[in-house]
């Protein structure tokens, strides 16, 4: 049994043939496949593929995205996440992080984004898909300060003390 716990299938290159790749991802023994949100305005998309195909979503603002963010979509998440409490296709609150390999990115904001994004995972108790390039330490200072329910490590590349890390606190590489 495998699950994909990364696949923005909402993204416009899958437009065209997204149920095939669906069908596909199932003709391969992929149970279950899901979809992280990146930003406010795809948080809708998401639900909706997810819904329709069967399938799990998270919700979160992606490192990359917070740049372009409005203060208010932390508030609009956190909304979200209070009016889909019980949708059991709700999964994780992500993708979230730090992006280190990325020129020209605002730290402080990402940080900033990602701290309130992991407290509101907490105050869900919903795990955590997590964004992690070049960014793995401080990613779990971040994760010592608020505590979440475990999740994934995503397009981790770090150490094996750093990955002993992640998994004592109770995510998957």
Known sequence: MWV??????????FAADRDAVVARARAAG???Q???????????AVREIAQRHGLAYALGI????VGRAADEDL???????????????LVAVGEIGLD????????????????AQLALARDAGLPVILHVRRSADLLLHGLRRVEVAGGIAHAFNGSDA??????ALGLRL
């Open 162 to 167: 750093q990955a002993a890390q992640f998994a």
């Open 75 to 89: 508030e609009r998440l956190a909304e979200e996440l209070r009016r889909r409490r019980d949708d059991p296709r």
């Open 62 to 65: 992606h490192p990359l995205y």
């Open 30 to 32: 992929v149970v279950l």
């Open 100 to 115: 280190l390999f990325v020129a020209g990115l605002d730290l402080e904001r990402q940080r900033r984004f990602y701290l």
């Open 34 to 44: 899901v979809i992280p949100a990146v930003e406010a305005a795809n948080f809708d």
């Open 4 to 13: 994909d716990t990364h696949c923005h299938l909402d993204a416009a290159e």
